[in-house]
């Protein structure tokens, strides 16, 4: 039987505000334990919450940004649970009436298709706090400085078929909230957090399958991984011809695999119902008006006017365009200059993989966006070739050169284009070449490949290919 | 709608409130009230009336995005049964 996967994403996004959601403590990341939580954090008797404006302000600006409907007047809702570091006994959440509803984000898949990602919702709620079970023997310890950060919660419709779907996915969301300024993306210490529920059925069927979720996946490699062994794992347990029992589950990187927390049956109870604290959350026409002028330039539209104004393929500025950082990199390197398919293609590829290599962001680049556009403006003026470029680039990279013109000089890289040279190196490659000349001659077209080939390894990389080309031929027809 | 001595149970267990079996017999007695009045209000034509939230006709005063609060652990701390470095200290919760 051929299996289809299902899987729907719920990421938690904390929100970039300076001050808790419904409390004026500090969210800065770090601080000693408590030292960020306030009466209102801690649920004291007789403190009440008191809405902070900038978390608002980042949740319609999220709902604009996807094209959703911004709900101007949203309702927060309490939903009831036990745990210790959610001293209220509920936390502050949206249920009936979130900020935003619909809306859609597109992805690029790695083959370059695109597909329409369709979103549910994301409504706004309050962080809990964070338990500590190792550093007490006999007690947990409860950290409250968490308790009341704000975060959005974004909720994606069943749409994706495949784990590389729903990674692309979750990129393309982190690339639009950091380009948004909403959320600092910073997974390791949690500001970006998936939950990806999972089920499979067999090609062709309509009901959906029943679906595991598997809670708090902190990276997109372990995303992948762990959907890929929850989809695994389902598909054999049908087949043995047992059933999937809805579950929460959490993945392991040592192993790779996922687990079924204990089963809470009442805890699936949170009898959510209106906050008496909380009048419903109006945003006002003004301050709603005055949001929307305030909007960057949004990725859609960037990227068509990348195309327009550079003249890019819309895969090279589709992939430019999916986070600000990096298309603040390519514009910085064209506008000093650059070439800007020469500036993209370099971006993408060479940039782009070397970042990945040294897991670094292309805010930590070695490499800055003016250095890439002298070492692009030398390959345009015949200075160096594409392939000495990377020579360079590596140099710079690792830090062994102040600029791309030292490294050139430092390293004697330049492209010799002096056709006397060339001749030169042309001749003792033939003298020594009779059998490729003889090949040529009678008609074997791959024999001047190889002939071309000598001579620029004579010249270390530094000739002109196209040059040497054309000497080649004149000299031996 | 009634409600039974199980729901009860279940509903005491859910808010982690303990109910001995002769409360339960009380606690049931009073919640078919309440259930009764709301009954009685859900016969009420509210069509064309919009549904509201809370129960004053306000909406939610805004605060600017400021960190304004001094660290008063110490103070929060002498208030609490258990607690060190820094840490409120619970009975092990075991996941």
Known sequence: MTWEVVIGLETH?????????FSGASTAFGAAPNTQATMVDLALPGSLPVMNKGAAERAVKFGLAIGAKVN?????????????????????????????????LTITLDDGTEKIVELTRAHLEEDAGKSVHEQFDHETGVDLNRAGTPLLEIVTEPVMRSSKEAVAYAKALHGLVRYLDICDGNMQEGSFRCDANVSVRPVGQKEFGTRREIKNLNSFKFMQQAIDFE???????????????????????ETGETKAMRSKEDAMDYRYFPDPDLPPLVITDEMFARIKASMPELPEAKCARFMSQYGLPKYDARLLTQDGATSAYFETATQAGADAKL???????????????????????????SQLADLIKRISDGTISNKIAKTVFETL?????????AVIEAKGLKQISDVGAIEKIVDEVLAKSPAQIADYKSGKEKALMSIVGMVMKASAGKANPAQVNEIVKRKIS | MSLTATDIERIAHLARIRVTPDEVVQVQAKLDGIFKLIDEMQAVNTQGVQPMSHGLDMVL?????VATAANERDKFQKNAPQSAEGYFLVPKVIE
């Open chain 1, 13 to 21: 996004v904390q929100l970039t505000t300076a001050s808790k959601i």
């Open chain 1, 72 to 104: 101007q007047r949203s309702i927060f809702a309490r939903k009831n649970y036990f745990y210790p570091d959610l001293p209220k006994g509920y936390q502050i959440s949206q249920f009936e009436t979130p900020i935003v509803e619909g809306g859609s």
């Open chain 1, 231 to 253: 989809v695994r794992w389902q598909i054999e347990q049908i087949e043995d011809g047992k059933k999937i029992v809805q579950a929460t589950v959490l993945f392991n990187p």
């Open chain 1, 343 to 369: 500036a993209a293609n370099w971006t993408i590829g060479e940039v782009n993989a070397t970042l990945n290599r040294d897991e670094k962001t292309i805010e930590q680049s070695p490499v800055a966006a």
């Open chain 1, 397 to 405: 990279w690792s830090g062994d050169g102040a600029s791309v013109d």
């Open chain 2, 61 to 65: 005063r805004l605060r600017d995005d």
